[in-house]
T-cell receptor
């Protein structure tokens, strides 16, 4: 069985500060891992994905995530937060083709302080 | 531009009424999905379809029904049997041979009065 846990339902950082959103997963097979972003009243948009290639994955809008097998983690980071980064972020773990096996975390709402 | 279109974006209904949410895609994707989103609970899978005329229940299918008569369309009906239908509903699709990436519509917010 696969599962994903996002630590912290709400994270607040100052503009220009480091963003760190935490995600830990559980999977009995090599996982595919994803981070999605959701702006208010909109659908989800893929930020980045890990599919067993490079462990450091770069995504859109300056975000990146590092796959650490020993820690079963896939934390999302951005060196310098912008006001436009305020949104909800979801970590997801999935299989190889079927979304029925893609499990979403409960989400982390990121707020940016001016 | 290719994408997924959901309609309506906002919908208000009285208790006991069935409502149908539309989802259309022009991405030529085989697989389509419906998720329900509630605050603090992430996304939960309602139904999914991997080919035309075939669909499977997800984790929370009770009180919902779907059809897949065309590749492009995957409507969701929220029936009166759904005990707590007020939620944000998201439709998504995935191409074959991909790496599990889902493409989402902009969602439909259903409020039952």
């Amino acid at each position: 069985a696969q599962s994903v846990t996002q630590l912290g339902s709400h994270v607040s950082v100052s503009e220009g500060a480091l963003v760190l959103l935490r995600c830990n997963y559980s999977s009995s097979v090599p996982p595919y891992l994803f981070w999605y972003v959701q702006y208010p009243n909109q659908g989800l948009q893929l930020l980045l994905k890990y599919t067993s290639a490079a462990t450091l994955v770069k995504g859109i809008n300056g975000f990146e995530a590092e796959f650490k097998k020993s820690e079963t983690s896939f934390h999302l980071t951005k060196p310098s937060a912008h006001m436009s980064d305020a949104a909800e972020y979801f970590c997801a773990v999935g299989g190889y083709s079927s979304a029925s096996k893609i499990i979403f975390g409960s989400g982390t709402r990121l707020s940016i302080r001016p | 531009d290719g994408g997924i279109t959901q309609s309506p974006k906002y919908l208000f209904r009285k208790e006991g009424q069935n409502v149908t949410l539309s989802c259309e895609q022009n991405l030529n994707h085989d697989a389509m999905y419906w998720y329900r989103q509630d605050p603090g609970q992430g996304l939960r899978l309602i139904y999914y379809s991997q080919i035309v005329n075939d669909f499977q229940k997800g984790d929370i299918a009770e009180g919902y029904s779907v059809s897949r008569e065309k590749k492009e369309s995957f409507p969701l009906t929220v029936t009166s049997a759904q005990k707590n239908p007020t939620a944000f509903y998201l439709c998504a699709s995935m191409g074959t041979g991909g790496t599990g990436e889902l493409f989402f519509g902009e969602g439909s917010r259903l409020t039952v009065l």
